[in-house]
């Protein structure tokens, strides 16, 4: 596709919906920094933790998960460490590379971080849409990232 073969509307539209995506995690972040001491960040962390083998996850199938980098991935996992959230193990496999486990700890953080989230999510307009639009909505949302 050529340049000229854009549609008038479609940069203002995406920065449009990156500006929306920004303002709403920065909005999810407020609220669990507040609340609970985490950022959105370390609560996708914990999240994708909590989903992944018991024995430990890699940091860049971390990163893969959460879509940050392995580096701002670690960043991220030192304060949950520090709190008791996290513990990091080498791999009995390869030296290298650690696995990021959640604790108990963390498994308590998380659910009440689940809870105060889903309170702040009710507010939102996607949470009133009908099942046909939400169905369409999450399509067009697969579309951007498939792309």
Same mark, same amino acid.
């Given at each position: ?10 940069e ?37 933790? =909590?989903? %992944?083998?018991? #024995?430990?996850?890699? !940091?860049?199938d $971390? &990163? ?5 980098t392995?580096s /701002? ?24 590379? =650690?696995? %990021?486990?959640? #604790?108990?700890?963390? !498994?308590?953080? $998380? &659910? ?7 309170? /702040? ?16 909505f ?10």
């Amino acid at each position: 596709m050529k340049t000229s073969d854009l549609a008038p509307h479609t940069e203002q539209t995406v920065l449009q919906f990156l500006d929306t995506a920004s303002a709403l995690e920065r909005r999810l972040d407020r609220i669990l920094s507040s609340t609970k001491g985490v950022s959105f960040s370390e609560y996708r962390l914990l999240m994708a933790l =909590s989903e %992944a083998n018991p #024995t430990g996850c890699p !940091r860049i199938d $971390l &990163a893969n998960r959460v879509g940050l980098t392995a580096s /701002a991935v670690t960043r991220a996992l030192k304060p949950l460490e520090k709190i008791g959230c996290v513990t990091t193990e080498r791999s009995e496999r390869d030296a290298r590379q =650690s696995l %990021a486990v959640i #604790t108990p700890a963390g !498994r308590d953080l $998380l &659910a009440d971080a689940q809870a105060i989230l889903r309170d /702040a999510l009710r507010d939102l307009p996607v949470n009133s849409l009908s099942s046909p639009k939400l169905t369409e909505f999450q399509h067009r949302l697969t579309e951007f990232g498939n792309r």
